[in-house]
């Protein structure tokens, strides 16, 4: 019966988590940033990933720390986002990870 109702409580959050999933770096995008020689590369090459141009506004050259600081307000923004899609006891779980 369970399975019947899957859908209505975990369905949409299962399809958010799979896309999410999906962005992750691949071991050819690793490789490519090895690569490169240059900030400037790295910003260029995570422009073509699902990070997107989350680095298009920062003004050249780019710094270590502001590329730290971008990475982790994505990180936090998604975290938060999984966080307000997600029903208990996820939610009471992500609740733990968030305040501990």
Partial sequence: MQEAVFNM???YF????RGFRSGIL???DYLNLCQCETLED???HLATTDYGNFLANE???IAV???DDKLKSKLV???QYIRKQAVQPLAQFL???TYS
């Avoid at 299962?14 to 988590?17: L, S, V």
């Fill in 9 to 11: 409580d975990d369905g």
């Fill in 14 to 17: 299962e399809g958010i988590i």
């Fill in 26 to 28: 691949k071991r050819g």
């Fill in 42 to 44: 790295l910003k260029l």
């Fill in 59 to 61: 003004p050249s050259p």
């Fill in 65 to 67: 720390s502001t590329i």
């Fill in 77 to 79: 923004s998604e975290f």
């Fill in 95 to 97: 609740d733990f990870i």
